[in-house]
């Protein structure tokens, strides 16, 4: 019944200036694709830690186009306390007059979709493929605006590229955004999100990532959703040789979140870094479900993920890596460990390995615990007190993931900001 | 112990142990096929055929009743599609559910035995009357499907201890049988436990009354004989109050060129401070170099703690069979249970093994640790699938868990799955694996030194493994090593 509803909805979100005939084949195969599947169930392996109800107990029909007043005073907290290149969509759509995309050095394009589609459809094109599964076909079908990056061979963007999600939904609705970042041989750059707001809305965001041979970027994702907010959202990633790509999320926000990334590692030399952090409390859940699949040689996977929850809230981490026959040379770790600070909090972690390659490297490891009685003491024998000393062995269980993500100093500690006033409202903060 | 080093006890021949090293070319050893009359069950799966096995063994009508409950449930499961296994489809009505070797009424001595059967069992090396004694081993032959002489039970029955087939304690214990039967392994648990619930055969009955220590090692055969008959034993094990058993397992079968399934269950019950510890060395017909024929095992192993500190420790090494999917698991249902779990597995040429541990801490201050060795050679897949629960009241729960694989050519694959469910804060749980390769240096080091290369290879994995080799009984350990070696044969160079 809910499907159906969502395909009525995407009979009315064909946007009025209508759209070119491979986007509308794309929409339509999309909503096809999703009407067939439905929302992912539990009976799936990879969902059977997540709980969809909040998302499937109602409908979420896509926001309206109709612009939104969010005032630059309500966006200016969340920004980077550094020169940047600034896209803010707002409820899925891109709001020029909170944006400054300021001045591009030349072989970058920086842009909304609904630009792209105009100036440079091939990179709106690039970032949607045959076959893709549940929530990212609903996506497809209904995206309505998102951010394009496209750095030139041999180009670095200096300064980094920060992109706002705010929603403001009012009534349940759900912003679709789709994104692409292309990165082309020995191209660099840094890419910021976040994503924050306020009400009970659903951000379902897609991103394509593509960085060529000895290209880098590095994309930090930082959710701070409210309270009530749901937020999937699917990064798929290419890598060709000597290709880097370095990814920290920092999941603290909304009721459900998940995110998927999927890394495909397609060229020799190409590397990998997923590093992360979930801070969880209420009842809060949260799911980060990394893929990784080295296609190639001599590639690299480093992952750490570390989980804070409290309360009743539920982490899940779903870590996978898998090397193909003929990898050689593959050196990959995988990292989860996870602090419970409540009697009711609770964690799923499976970190599996696939490898059908013998010249490997690979290990992973997982961790639950609570803190460590002999720490508290020792603390408290230097007269700290025991909230104190609790707040101060949690931040530096987390602070130790941001702190080796490789992030420049500015970022650094913007990110740090973000735990720190998680931590301010733990039971018993300062 | 195994039958390898039954073997040699027996009359086998002087260069049985050199021909398992270096490999005599004869293919699969115990592969022979004893004539036998045998008083089979028609080809086929219906009530009828669950009432025809109840009726040939005259059993009582609640096992009969018991029996067909779990087919009515069987009838509506699907057989699992989640590990990570390639099984050509099964036909369930073109196997013999049931056959037993003719017999007029249970053999008194064994002179009564049929010298068939006895011919068999000395091929098979296990040892009757004074090899009996000599091995120090209490022996409940499973031929087929209906045991045939039980060894030592006379002296087991001074203290107390039953240790007889499943037929027979359903006749002498039925009120055992029926409060324990199923209490770890529901009937409706799996698809396989639910066939093996309905249709099963023989199999072993141990029970060890209070604060009684099992003097001896006891050890089952089982050997699947008739062509096409699946075997589907049943064990149920139950160590009372501060009881202590150790229980082993080996495996032989003929050589076929059909798959054969075998879905046995197996049940521990500990109760408060009892220990049990049951080895399993698994060395079924694998299946030749391009994966025909072999054995498919699939297994479903449970133990409970269900008293404060009771203990069980499953120790296994699992060599043979086609395809292995098999977890055998510990419910630490008293408070300060302790469970265990070591585990070699070896994948060669075309098998396929997806196996592992469920630790379900469900009371106070449980631990439990999980060690195991993944080997892959040729073709073969294998797959370590493990699962670490903590319940909301497992306050203090407690484990460990290490898993490697060793890879040995470039047409293997190693896989690792995980899941660990944390719901007590107080839960300290540990996972860590990895996966390598016998290094090139390795090799050539050994080879420095003289040794040929097989027997590098072999002195190589049983370091790998030595952590779970130790954890078997000693005549065990000895004989795993060996079959290791012969496991691993013509992997390399």
């Keep these: 019944m809910l499907i159906t509803q969502e395909s009525a909805s995407y009979q009315d979100a064909v946007p009025p200036g209508g759209q070119p005939p491979w986007l509308a084949r794309h929409r339509a195969a999309g909503m096809a694709r999703f009407a067939a599947e439905g929302y992912p169930k539990r009976s799936q392996e990879a969902w059977r830690f997540t709980d969809l109800r909040p998302l499937t107990a109602s409908v979420f029909p896509p926001a309206p186009p109709d612009p939104v007043a969010v005032d630059a005073a309500t966006v200016a907290p969340h920004r980077l306390p550094c020169p940047s290149h600034r896209l803010v969509l707002v409820n899925g759509r891109f709001a020029p007059a909170l944006s400054d995309i300021g001045v591009l050095p030349e072989g970058v394009w920086l842009g909304s979709v609904t630009d792209a589609l105009r100036e440079r459809p091939d990179l709106v094109a690039a970032s949607l493929a045959e076959g893709e599964a549940s929530l990212a076909a609903l996506n497809a079908a209904l995206f309505a605006d998102g951010f394009v990056l496209a750095v030139e061979a041999g180009v670095t963007l200096e300064a980094p590229v920060e992109v706002i999600h705010y929603a403001d939904m009012g009534a349940p609705a759900a912003a679709h955004v789709r994104n692409r970042m292309v990165v082309g041989a020995g191209g660099r750059a840094t890419v910021i999100e976040t994503s924050t707001g306020v009400g009970a809305g659903w951000l379902n965001t897609v991103t394509v990532v593509t960085v060529a041979t000895g290209g880098a970027l590095r994309h930090v994702q930082l959710q701070r959703d409210a309270a009530e907010a749901i937020h999937t959202s699917v990064v798929r990633g290419d890598l060709a040789g000597d290709a880097r790509y370095e990814s920290f999320s920092l999941m603290a926000g909304g009721r459900l979140s998940r995110r998927d990334i999927q890394v495909n590692l397609g060229g020799p030399g190409a590397s990998v870094a997923l590093n992360g952090a979930y801070l969880l409390r209420g009842s809060q859940e949260a799911t980060f479900a990394p893929v990784v699949t080295h296609a190639a040689p001599h590639c690299r996977t480093d992952e750490v993920v570390k989980g804070v929850m409290q309360d009743r809230a539920h982490g899940v981490f779903l870590g996978t890596v898998r090397v193909h026959p003929g990898a050689d040379g593959t050196d990959a770790r995988q990292l989860n460990r996870n602090l419970l600070l409540s009697p009711t909090a609770w964690v799923d972690t499976k970190p599996e390995l696939e490898i059908l390659a013998d010249d490997v490297k690979c290990s992973h490891g997982a961790t639950v615990g609570s803190l460590d009685e002999a720490s508290l003491f020792y603390l408290q024998a230097r007269g700290i007190d025991p909230a104190t000393a609790r707040l101060m062995l949690v931040e530096a269980f987390a602070a130790d993931v941001i702190d080796g993500a490789g992030l420049d100093e500015p970022i650094r500690d913007h990110v740090h900001g973000h735990l720190r006033s998680w931590l301010d409202g733990l039971e018993g903060g300062r | ?493």
């Design chain 2, 1 to 493: 112990m195994s039958d390898l080093a039954m073997t040699e006890r027996a009359d086998a021949p002087p260069d049985t142990l050199d021909g398992l090293i270096k490999g005599t070319g004869d293919g699969y050893k115990y592969g022979f096929v004893t004539d036998i009359e045998a008083d089979e069950a028609p080809p086929g799966l219906d009530e009828g055929t669950v009432r025809f096995i109840s009726a040939k063994k005259g059993e009582p009508a609640w096992l009969l009743e018991w029996r067909l409950k779990a087919f009515h449930r069987w009838q509506r499961m699907a057989p699992p599609d989640w590990a990570k296994l390639n099984i050509a489809p099964i036909d369930y009505q073109a196997s013999t559910y049931y056959s037993a070797p003719k017999a007029n009424s249970g053999p008194k001595s064994l002179d009564e035995v049929d010298p068939e059967l006895l011919k068999t069992y000395e091929k098979l090396g296990i040892p009757l009357g004074e090899r009996a004694a000599l091995a120090g081993v209490a022996v409940d032959a499973v031929f087929d499907s209906v045991s045939v002489a039980t060894t030592y039970k006379d002296k087991l029955a001074d203290l107390g201890i039953i240790f007889c087939s499943f037929g027979e304690a359903v006749r002498e214990h039925p009120d055992l049988v029926r409060r324990y039967l199923g209490s770890v392994v529901p009937q409706g648990d799996n698809f396989f436990a639910a066939l093996n619930s309905a249709v099963f055969s023989d199999g072993s009955f141990v029970y060890v009354p209070p604060g009684v220590r099992c003097p001896m090692e006891l050890s089952t055969y089982f050997r699947i004989n008739a062509a096409k008959s699946g075997q589907f034993e049943r064990t149920l094990l139950i160590a009372d109050k501060g009881a202590y058993v150790s229980y082993l397992e080996g495996c032989t079968a003929p050589q076929r060129d059909e798959n054969q399934l075998h879905a046995a269950v197996v049940e521990l019950v500990a109760l408060e401070d009892a220990e049990i510890k049951y080895a399993t060395v698994q060395n079924w017909y694998p299946g030749d170099e391009n994966g025909k024929g072999g054995i498919y095992n699939f297994v479903t192993k449970r133990g409970a703690c269900r008293g404060d500190r009771a203990k069980i420790s499953w120790a296994q090494v699992e060599t043979g069979s086609a395809i292995t999917w098999k977890y055998p698991s510990c419910l630490l249902e008293g408070d300060g249970s302790v469970g265990a779990f070591y585990s070699v597995a070896i994948t060669n040429n075309l098998q396929q093994a997806d196996t592992g541990t469920k630790m379900i801490h469900i009371g106070r201050d449980t631990s439990s640790t999980i060690i195991s060795k993944g080997i892959s050679a040729g073709r073969g897949q294998n797959t370590y699938r493990g699962q670490v629960k903590v319940m909301p009241r497992a306050e203090g729960a407690r484990n460990y868990t290490q898993c490697d694989s060793l890879l040995i050519g470039k047409k293997c694959g190693a896989h690792t799955v995980p899941y660990i469910e944390v719901r007590h804060p107080s839960a300290k749980v540990e996972h860590e694996a990895t996966t390598s390769k016998i290094s090139e240096d390795q090799m050539f080091y050994c080879q420095q030194r003289g040794l040929t290369q097989e027997d590098a290879l072999s002195l190589i994995v049983n370091g790998f493994c030595k952590e779970v080799l130790k954890e078997l009984p000693m005549e065990f350990a000895v004989e795993a090593q060996k079959l290791l070696a012969v496991s691993l044969e013509g992997s390399v160079g």
